[in-house]
Structure formats: C-alpha cells, structure tokens
C-alpha cells in the first residue's frame, strides 16, 4: 500500500499537468482562430489612403503607423499576425496605397508585395530642354533637382511613371536614355539615299518638323518638303528656327515674328544659313523622327498654314504664293473679326 500511493500521486500530478497544457492549448487554438478571425475581418479605413512606410522601418514601426493612421484596429494584432503568417521579413518599404475596409491581411499583402504607388509625368512633344527641365522640376513626389539642362533634343517625349523615391535628376536621365535607344531604333528603319547622313542629323530635321505642325497625319509631309529642299540644295526657310535663334530655347518668343527677325545672322536662322541649324530646336517625339526617316513621296517644296490648323502644300512658287495670299485674307479676317 505504501508504494501505491506515491505512484497514484504522481499519476495524479502527471495527469493535471496533461490537463493545464490541454486548457492551455484549446486557449491558445481559441486565440489563434479569433486572431484570424479580425485578421480577415474588414478594417477601420473609411477611405481609401496613400501612407509612406519609411526605409528601415520593422515591424513595430510600420504596425504602429498603421494604427495611428486608422489603417489596422489593432498595432499588436497586426503584428501576431504577421507573424503568424511568415511575413514579419517581407514587409517592404515604399509608398502604398490602401483601400477603404482593407483588412490586415491585405495591408499585409500590400507591403510584402511592394507594389508602392507610382506617379506619371508627361514630356509633350516639342518641348525645348529647358522647358522640359522646368516641368520636371514643379512635379509633385520627387526628390532633388536637375543638375544641368540637357542637349536640345536629347530627351524623349512620352509618359513617364515615377515612386515618391525617385530624383529628379534621374527622371531626366530615363529620359535622356529612351531618346538615344529610340533613335537607334528608328535610324535603322530609314529610307535609302535621304539627304541625311546621321541620326543626329535626323533628331536635328525631326525637331524642325515637330515645331513646324501638331497635326500627326502631316508630319510625313512636312518632312518631305525639307527633304526635297535639302535635296536641291535649297534653303529650309523654317520660322521656328528663327525663332529658336532669338531665344535659345529659353522661352517663348512670345510675338509674332518680323522682317527684321528673318534678316537677323544666327547659327539657326534657315533663311540665312545653307542645310541644317547646328542642333535641333525641340525635343521631337516617335511620330516626328519617323517621319523624318520615312517621309512621304511628294513634289511639294513649300508650305503655309491654311486657316485650319494644317498647311496647304505646293510645288511651285506660284501655287505657293497664291496659298500665302489665301493665309493673309485669313488674318485679316480674324484681325478684323476681333479674333
């Protein structure tokens, strides 16, 4: 009887020990399935919101921000969960955006996914480079400044899409890189025996045409005209390069142009000088360098604006003359008309 008792103790203990750890993990499987439970549940957020998660920021940094910003109910929750999920390492930072009701799982997915919000900025077609350094430099969401205006011409007018981590300095570069790989490109598209020797001399041509029209379908026959000038050695004649002359690209000119303008001896002034200005005028776009490598057949050698946004063509100068005549009575109608 003596030792049946200590051996009935011991049982005793072993099984209350059996049944705390029992309690305990029926506790803990509880708190783990209500833990989901809220983890999945929808979120706080009544809108839709943009936070900015900061580099070297762990796990209790960002947990608390999402708090504090209404994101997540609960800091500690997000956390145990988190963990519970893996994740705690994977949480990236950036700037994200969070839907309204977003549950902790998904804001949990967000940020191990580092899809961070990106921004757009678009170059049109036909900005000088310092214009287009001016836009760069009043874009919301970057960082720094540019360094030094680029070469006329040296940038690629499309849209670009930028994080909240980017420089300024850097955008300019993509771009600067898209203008050199795109006219690599389209040089080795170009037609046989063009008056145009080089890919700078076409980038220098494109520019011209990209400031002579905006009409997308004339661009091929603009260029034509330069290139049947170019051809017999006739002068371009082009009024934006005169304009480019006076103010280098650092503003607009902002009147129309004189007589004395188109006497005025500048390296870009294509009354004055033989073949091409000495760099190009603008930053031209795709559509414009390939018109310039692809123009149209034409015998066309001038062309004026017609009143409606585009340009009446014409082989001679008689024809061309009369179209002139026909421009003038425009303005003066308008002149007249108060327009």
């Known amino acids: 009887m003596s030792e049946e008792k200590p051996r009935r103790r011991r049982w005793g203990l072993i099984s209350g020990s059996l049944s705390v750890l029992l309690t305990l993990s029926i506790v803990l499987g509880l708190a783990v399935v209500w833990g989901l439970r809220d983890f999945d549940a929808p979120g706080p957020l009544a809108d839709d919101k943009v936070l900015s998660i900061a580099k070297g920021s762990g796990l209790a940094d960002i947990s608390a921000s999402l708090e504090e910003e209404g994101v997540v109910a609960s800091a500690w929750l997000f956390q145990q969960g988190v963990r519970l999920q893996g994740g705690a390492r994977d949480l990236k930072a950036g700037e994200y955006k969070f839907p309204a009701g977003v549950t902790m799982r998904g804001a949990m997915e967000i940020l191990r996914g580092g899809k961070a919000v990106h921004y757009a900025l678009t170059l049109p077609e036909g900005l000088t480079s310092s214009e287009a350094v001016a836009l760069v430099a009043a874009a919301d969401a970057m960082k720094g400044r540019v360094t030094k205006v680029p070469p006329e011409g040296s940038l ?3 849209t670009y899409h930028y994080s909240r981590d980017e420089t300024r300095q850097s955008l300019i ?167």
């Open 156 to 158: 690629l007018p499309e």
């Open 173 to 339: 570069e993509r771009m600067e890189s898209a203008a050199r790989d795109t006219l690599a490109e389209l040089w080795e598209t170009r037609q046989a025996d063009l008056p145009i020797e080089t890919p700078e001399q076409a980038l220098i041509l494109a520019s011209i045409v990209e400031k002579e029209t905006g009409l997308a379908d004339e661009r091929p026959l603009v260029a034509s005209v330069f290139i049947n000038r170019l051809r017999k050695g006739m002068r371009l004649q082009s009024d934006p390069t005169v304009v480019y002359g006076i103010t280098e690209g650092k503003a607009p000119l902002g009147r129309a142009l004189t007589r004395a303008d188109l006497k005025q001896p500048t390296p870009y002034n294509t009354y004055r000088i033989d073949g091409l200005p000495p760099t190009p005028i603008a930053n031209p776009g795709r559509a414009s360098i390939t018109a310039v490598l692809q123009p149209a057949e034409s015998d066309y050698i001038f062309f004026v604006a017609d009143g409606t946004g585009g340009h009446a063509f014409a082989k001679t100068l008689d024809e061309h003359n009369r179209n002139v005549a026909k421009w003038r009575k425009i303005q003066r109608q308008k002149k007249s008309a108060g327009g």
